[in-house]
């Protein structure tokens, strides 16, 4: 049996139902094979157990992994060849990314998580081409790289059967095209187009060959309503029934997305989807931005778990979320970095104070999200959306001992007023390299800035190598593509918001 005594001067447990820091001042956890088994004074648990290894120690703040709910990718879209746009012209200049090794890229975002205190990822493969087999050995590549570097990972691969470019079928948005133009963008499609029982097969399977692991879980992400086809809906609702394991699912992200589930159901994307049953305490909603007042209720009603991805939002002109109006509706809300936060990187840290302060609406009494909040949603509540669930986002007895040792001295160097709550001041000013220690189930994979599994130097200086390579004929190819397909893409939306709600001046409650 490991076990250690991660010792520190504030240590977050979690949060009390109402909200409020449980924290304990100059103590310790005891952590025995990956588990927090008891919270006590430092003296107390040396002495009851002198042969336990040591983690921390004076001038540290201990506090619960940080939860990033929900990602794709490492080396992020700009990196590899688009520039931001709208999100739905945006996925078509993503046609011309270029081609990553898995391993390198899952590692990639990887590092710039955990050194950013994320002990637990939402990994959320958006596609991957070819048949189950090809599928199986990518989403392995991806789960490998997590279980290499020691991060807890809830892995899906989306569920995606239709509209694959725009928001109508394949087959429609090909007779658009020129003709010389439609062979290479039908080619594109029928490397996606694994059918939806294949799909169900491959999440069938990684679950099975996940099952005994602590730190791999497996879950399912139908990717979005227009993405769906209502067999895909009720698939998705039926793996959710039969296995258990929640859902992720993006929702409502632009205003056309809005316009679509309109056009497609005559009323709200939420409605329809929870008809097929995908609501509830095991749903997550990614982004949510465009949610009527309706559909808050709804969410609420229901128990529906609500995922911001507010750098994400912005990049990609998808809007603000509503997030006061989801918190006083009591929807558990998580944070997700989604592709790339605002800095391009995934720093959790600096996702969570932009969320602090998007959300200050004018007014002095109008509300806004406090610091303890935010890190609620970064730990408990993104823990929530994950099949880890009450395991993780806490320090409390029984919980996995996924910890972020801060330095607290290098934090408030040379001063900080000790009159500031103590969450107050981390939000607002933990940067990456106060991070100290990071541990995942009790074992350190990040110390002082230095990975213990995995060579960053080596891994970044390979990614280097290859990247530097010449774009080979096939990404030649996709970023022809992506350049002449998109102005027919951008003609698709032409209107399109127009021909679900009419004119602007006719929508009283268009923005409600
Ligand atoms: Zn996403």
């Known amino acids: 049996m490991t076990t250690t005594i991660v010792e520190a001067d504030h240590i977050l447990l979690g949060f009390t139902a109402e909200g409020a820091p449980d924290l304990v001042e100059n103590g310790a956890l005891l952590v025995e094979n990956g588990v927090v088994r008891e919270v006590g004074d430092r003296a107390g648990l040396q002495r009851s157990h002198p042969d336990a290894g040591r983690v921390g120690g004076r001038g540290q703040v201990a506090i619960p992994g940080l ?52 002990t637990t990822v939402q990994h959320l493969h958006s596609r991957a081409p070819g048949g189950p087999d090809a599928v199986l050995a990518a989403a392995g590549a991806v789960i490998d790289a997590y279980r290499e570097i020691g991060m807890r990972a809830s892995y899906s691969f989306a569920l995606r059967d239709q509209n694959r470019l725009v928001y109508e079928a394949d087959e429609a948005f090909l007779e658009r095209l020129p003709p010389d133009l439609r062979p290479a963008m039908a080619a594109y499609f029928r490397r996606f187009a694994l059918p939806l029982a294949e799909q169900v097969a491959v999440f069938h399977a990684l679950r099975g060959r996940y099952a005994g692991e602590d730190r791999i879980a497996i879950q399912i992400a139908p990717s979005n309503l227009h993405w769906l086809s209502d067999a895909a809906l009720a698939s998705a609702a039926e793996m959710a029934a039969e296995t258990g394991a929640p859902v992720h699912m993006h929702l409502l992200e632009t205003p056309y997305q809005r316009a679509y589930a309109s056009k497609r159901t005559g009323g709200s994307a939420l409605e329809h989807v929870h008809r097929f049953g995908l609501t509830g305490p095991h749903v997550t909603l990614g982004h949510g931005v465009w949610m009527t007042q309706a559909d808050i209720d709804l969410c609420a009603g229901t128990g529906t778990r609500i995922c911001h991805n507010c750098s994400s939002n912005f990049r990609l002109k998808s809007g603000v979320a509503p997030l006061n109006r989801f918190t006083a509706h009591g929807i558990p809300v998580a944070l997700g970095i989604d592709e790339a936060g605002i800095n391009d990187d995934r720093d959790m840290l600096q996702e969570m104070r932009l969320v602090l302060n998007v959300h200050r609406e004018p007014g002095i009494d109008s509300p806004h999200p406090k610091p303890a909040d935010i890190l609620r949603m970064a730990t408990e509540h993104g823990a929530a959306t994950t099949p880890f669930g009450t395991r993780i986002g806490h320090l409390r007895p029984g919980g996995a001992a996924d910890i972020v040792l801060l330095d607290w001295n290098r934090l408030t160097y040379p001063y900080q007023n000790p009159e500031i709550a103590l969450l107050d001041v981390l939000v607002h000013r933990a940067r990456r390299e106060c991070v100290r220690t990071v541990l995942v189930a009790g074992e350190v994979i990040y110390e002082a800035g230095i990975f213990t599994r995995v060579d960053r130097p080596g891994t970044l200086a390979d990614i280097a190598q290859r990247m530097g390579l010449p774009l080979d004929g096939a990404e030649r190819e996709r970023r022809q593509l992506a350049a002449a397909v998109m102005p027919h893409v951008r003609s698709f939306y032409d209107g399109y918001i127009d021909e679900a709600f009419g004119p602007p001046h006719t929508r009283p409650n268009a923005s409600a």
């Open 67 to 118: 939860v990033n709910a929900h990602h794709h990718v490492g080396l992020t879209p700009l990196q590899l060849g688009s520039a931001d746009h709208p999100l739905e012209l945006w996925f078509a200049s993503r046609l011309a990314l270029r081609d990553v090794p898995a391993r390198l890229d899952t590692l990639y975002s990887a590092f710039e998580m955990v050194a950013s205190g994320v």
